[in-house]
């Protein structure tokens, strides 16, 4: 039982101290089973949010609604969710009301897999009520209960199971795959941002692969943003060496790359898929830098312009070209640049006006990129009297 469990145990044992069950449950419970790392401990329970309310002391309503408590013990935070149905899903999302109960039955069955309606108590006995440790033995992703009921409630699950296929290198059972072939359109009516959340996660996966494959056969790439005409691309994306994808960003700038997004057209794909500026931005510099180093070596500018993790990412991102990286080279090339940011510059823009007496305008900015470039590609020191002189000497020519 890893130490997550054991902390959290002292939780489990005060709310039945009060009468009530609880238990370990979802992804936690499925993770320590499969010996991976777990992140949260999601913990289940009999008692209602104010009966949890009244067991702790500290306690934030984080999803009250729903039934969730967060329950603060020490430095450490635990989420205490009430056992819930949910019933009548009008709108292929969300449930229209949670209905608190007092059964741990009712609470597993309304969960989406098998493997993720475990639960565990505080003994570390599993309580398995649909075969959930067979599915996970055979690795497989299982609806709970009839899969074409279960994808009509809540479509997002189809996304859900496709990227647990990828974590996990798991299976879609065949009658679960069916499902999501017959019901797939439904996806049209969830959210982006519920969607992407999904995606990502499928995209940075162990095997990607094995969930692309029905992500694509299925044609639920067809109600994914931005990808209705994509399943060409998507087959070609499928077929990359299958190595597992370290960042987000990669992952984006692989995905797009090799489906053939032209530099100019990384921006609008990716606000469709409602990312960050943040993101478009970073995921721009890499595509840029894939296009410049699958063709040649870097040239010094682009190390200065892309900066060092951006040159690293590029660099990892060649692999799955079938081409070699030069991580140590291009690191050791990056670190003997004179400067790495304009602030290192020895001139600012201030020097320049007082020393010429001009009044500012587009040649300050224009000087400034000169001198910055004439550093970075060594041509000159990066030293003040060095760089008035060389200005001097532009303004001299002009
Ligand atoms: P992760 O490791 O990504 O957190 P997880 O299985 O814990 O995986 P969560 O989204 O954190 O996934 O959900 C926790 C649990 O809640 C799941 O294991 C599952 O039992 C249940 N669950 C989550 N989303 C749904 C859904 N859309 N339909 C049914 N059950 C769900
Ligand atoms: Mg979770």
Redesign the pocket.
Known sequence: VPDEFTQAASVLKEIQAHGFEAYF????V??ALLNQPI??V?IATSAYPEEIKQIFHRTIDVGIDHGTVLVLIGDEQYEITTFRTESTYQDFRRPDTVTFVRSLKEDLK????TI??LAMDVTGEIIDLFDGMNDLNQQIIRAVGNPKERFHE?A??MM?GLRFAS?LDFTIEPKTLTAIQEFHPLLGKISVERIAVEFI?LLLGKNRRAALIPFIETECYQYCPGLRNFGEALLNFSDLPNKQIETENQAWALFMHTMGLKENEVRSFLKVWKQSNQTIHHVQLLIYGLNKRLQADWEVMDLFNLGLDAVLSVENLLYYYGQKSKLEEAKERYLNLQIHDRKQLAITGNDLLAYFAKSPGKWLGDMIVTLETAVVNGQIANDKSLLIAYAQDIIDKE
């Open positions: 449950v979802g992804g936690s499925r993770d992140h949260d999601d309304r969960r989406d897999f993720n309606a809540d997002l699950r859900r974590q996660k």
